[in-house]
């Protein structure tokens, strides 16, 4: 079970985007849950945002709401997040992650696949 993460846009300003996507391989995610989780310095990693296997449920943290989009290529194993109007405190290293269980119980428990984290730095 691999992710591969790429950051497109690298180091921004606040106001700035950034899109971060992540390709799953060596395990089938037919019915998964995909999602990012984040980890700041010094404070515990969180769930930003998921989706489900169709798309037709997503989570976002509130203090990306409005910001963030994620979004799945299924027929590519693919993950994406969109990332605009960036704020100093969105600085955290995101892991891409996948889960076969539903939403609610993911927000419970977390999820067990994660990938390598990619830094993602906005300055002020």
């Known amino acids: 079970l691999r992710f591969s993460c790429r950051l497109w846009g690298g180091l921004v300003q606040t106001g700035g985007s950034l899109r971060l996507s992540c390709e799953a391989s060596?395990?089938?995610?037919?019915?998964?849950?995909m999602g990012w989780f984040r980890q700041a310095p010094g404070k515990e990693h969180e769930l930003v945002t998921a989706?489900?296997?169709?798309?037709?449920?997503?989570f976002y943290l509130d203090s990306v709401k409005g910001r963030f989009t994620i979004s799945r290529d299924n027929a590519k194993n693919m993950l994406y997040m969109q990332m605009n109007s960036l704020k100093p405190e969105d600085t955290a290293v995101y892991y891409c992650?996948?889960?076969?269980?539903?939403?609610?119980?993911?927000?419970?428990?977390?999820?067990?696949?994660w990938g390598k984290g990619t830094l993602v730095t906005v300055s002020s």
């Open positions: 992650a996948a889960d076969p269980r539903d939403i609610p119980t993911i927000l419970r428990y977390g999820m067990n696949y």
């Open positions: 060596g395990h089938s995610f037919s019915g998964y849950v």
């Open positions: 989706i489900s296997w169709g798309g037709g449920s997503t």
